[in-house]
């Protein structure tokens, strides 16, 4: 994979979709940065087993 894959792309819709969700949750929700940092890394623990499991085709 192309390390370019690897690093933050404003231009990547999807990327941009993660920012969004972040400064949704600061501006609606009221998190601050570290507290939505706090939630990226809950997110990433509980979605792991299924991403993993898409990634193989079996999702």
Do not use: Y
Request: charged share 30%.
């Amino acid at each position: 994979m192309a390390a370019d894959k690897l690093r933050f792309d404003g231009t990547n819709r999807a990327h941009a979709f993660v920012v969004t969700g972040m400064i949704e949750m600061i501006e609606n929700d009221g998190l601050t940065p570290h507290e939505v940092f706090e939630v990226l890394e809950d997110i990433k623990r509980q979605t792991w087993s299924a991403l993993t499991d898409i990634h193989r085709g079996e999702g």
